[in-house]
T-cell receptor
Framework: EAQVTQNPRYLITVTGKKLTVTCSQN?????MSWYRQDPGLGLRQIYY???????DKGDVPEGYKVSRKEKRNFPLILESPSPNQTSLYFC???????????????FGPGTRLTVL | DQQVKQNSPSLSVQEGRISILNCDYT??????FLWYKKYPAEGPTFLIS???IKDKNEDGRFTVFLNKSAKHLSLHIVPSQPGDSAVYFC????????????WGAGTKLIIKP
């Protein structure tokens, strides 16, 4: 089954404790992206990757890191989480950046992160 | 400063009637506009899109209308069904956003039986 998987689905952590949210897709997609969803703000892009070893900042990259060492995986790293990073996080993938901007992105089920 | 705005947080419609979801934008340079649908505890799923060179795009029960002069787009669902109850996000992309999607805050659609 074609899908985007994220782990963990739920995470409660404390300020300053490094964490990684994994994202994996099995569709051989070139383009991958991370978003956060907050009430009243919709989805805001954190980072995106147009291909392996190519990453770029989105609208809200502060406090986050990503890497794209292989095509299928795009982990999101929070080196020193803070309470303002409490949010619902989505990973997404698409055949290409062109497809992502005009057509379909496939989203994972989301990771609900709480930073105390 | 939100470039894509969905001013109605929620909308309630009777089953079988037309649902109209609205979206306004401020950047006239957007090239594409997309609608996504999201159920609770799931990621958004793509619904329909429209290029800025068109004013209408239809896919089954879903039609998107684009009014460039008013910087306004709308999603029409006819007839509305219970399974349409979800949050609907409008998004836009263009050269100014480096072709990355800029999203609205979403409208929660409730279809009443």
């Amino acid at each position: 089954e074609a899908q985007v998987t994220q782990n963990p689905r739920y995470l409660i952590t404390v300020t300053g404790k490094k964490l990684t949210v994994t994202c994996s897709q099995n569709m051989n997609h070139e383009y991958m992206s991370w978003y956060r969803q907050d009430p009243g703000l919709g989805l805001r892009q954190i980072y995106y990757s147009m291909n392996v070893e190519v990453t770029d900042k989105g609208d809200v990259p502060e406090g986050y890191k990503v890497s794209r060492k292989e095509k299928r995986n795009f982990p999101l790293i929070l080196e020193s989480p803070s309470p303002n990073q409490t949010s619902l996080y989505f990973c997404a993938s698409s055949l290409s950046w062109q497809k992502a901007s005009t057509d379909t992105q496939y989203f994972g089920p989301g990771t609900r992160l709480t930073v105390l | 400063d939100q470039q894509v705005k969905q001013n109605s947080p929620s909308l309630s419609v009777q089953e079988g009637r037309i649902s109209i979801l609205n979206c306004d934008y401020t950047n006239s340079m957007f090239d594409y506009f997309l609608w996504y649908k999201k159920y609770p505890a799931e990621g958004p799923t793509f619904l329909i899109s429209i290029s800025s060179i068109k004013d209408k795009n239809e896919d089954g029960r879903f039609t998107v209308f684009l009014n460039k002069s008013a910087k306004h787009l709308s999603l029409h669902i006819v007839p509305s069904q219970p399974g349409d109850s979800a949050v609907y996000f409008c998004a836009a992309s263009g050269k100014d956003s480096n072709y990355q999607l800029i999203w609205g805050a979403g409208t929660k659609l409730i279809i009443k039986p």
